[in-house]
């Protein structure tokens, strides 16, 4: 299994609009960071896939086109998204080329409301093409809701964790013994109990200090002393989280992640 971080940001992304770093160094290039995303390539030989290679992305955010042209992707199987907000979901025009390339609708799964959250902002994206017509003049979703547990994509077998974003919900993913887990506040015993015996966790760590829905540097460290993955990655990190600062002061197996980070898994 390979995957790609896409984008390791916050939704303003590093640096904000205005040219704001905050702590990040803008002579570091690990420091600029699009809007979270991750690509997962199952080879055929993975455990958890069923024989044939698949490409699985994981949100479309803001900065999704960006992002494509980075792996030079030409063919998603499948798409999760986490939930609706707009910096994991707005940058769903930009599949329109890869239903080009495939000639075929992308399947789109993700929580309940967050499918229906699709249908209502981005319908158009969500209906088939106009009978008769066979070119993708518009990005081509097939919308399928899950619900929290195992489920499969693109022939992959997946568990949808469901986890406190505040206010609302997202669902964080496992594949096999690598899990995402972005936009969480807390984790209940039974939440991180979900999370174990992995090789890799890629988890939210949004700041150094609380957020109201985001998990804060601490607060995370904690999760991953309490998991014991093998291997932990940050993402979803905001301005006030330098790379060089992070990686010389997290404990032995934890780290900050970046945009075009590749880990096998």
């Not at 002579?27 to 960071?33: A, D, M, Q, Y």
């Not at 239903?99 to 209906?127: D, S, V």
């Not at 940050?234 to 997290?250: R, V």
Request: aromatic residues 8%.
């Amino acid at each position: 299994m390979k995957i790609t971080i896409l984008g390791s940001g916050a939704s303003g992304g590093v640096p904000l609009v205005g040219g704001i770093w905050g702590s990040c160094d803008p002579n570091e290039p690990k420091n600029r960071r699009r809007r979270a995303s991750i690509l997962v390539e199952i080879e055929p030989s993975d455990p958890e896939g069923s024989g044939e290679a698949a490409t699985i992305l994981v949100d479309t955010s803001p900065d999704l086109r960006e992002q494509l042209l980075m792996t030079g992707s030409r063919r998603l199987d499948a798409l999760l998204w986490t939930h609706a907000h707009a910096d994991h979901m707005n940058g769903i025009d930009d599949v329109r080329m890869i239903n080009r390339f495939m000639n075929a609708a992308i399947p789109a799964y993700g929580p309940p409301e967050t499918i229906e959250h699709a249908h209502r902002a981005f319908g158009y994206a969500l209906a088939p093409l106009p009978e008769g017509v066979s070119f993708y003049f518009k990005p081509c979703l097939d919308g399928r809701p899950i619900d929290p547990g195992p489920f499969t994509a693109a022939g992959v077998a997946i568990t949808a964790v469901d986890q406190d974003h505040g206010f609302t919900r997202t669902y964080g993913y496992r594949f096999g013994r690598m899990a995402y887990s972005t936009d969480v506040v807390q984790m209940s015993p039974e939440v991180l109990a979900q999370y174990e015996n992995l090789d890799l966790w890629i988890v939210d760590a949004f700041r150094l200090t609380p957020h109201t829905t985001h998990s804060h540097l601490a607060r995370t460290l904690e999760w991953i002393a309490t998991v014991k993955p093998k291997r932990a990655i940050l993402t979803h990190m905001n301005e006030d989280m330098d790379y060089a600062t992070l990686k010389a002061s997290l404990p032995e197996g934890v780290e900050p992640g970046f945009d075009g980070m590749v880990v096998g898994v």
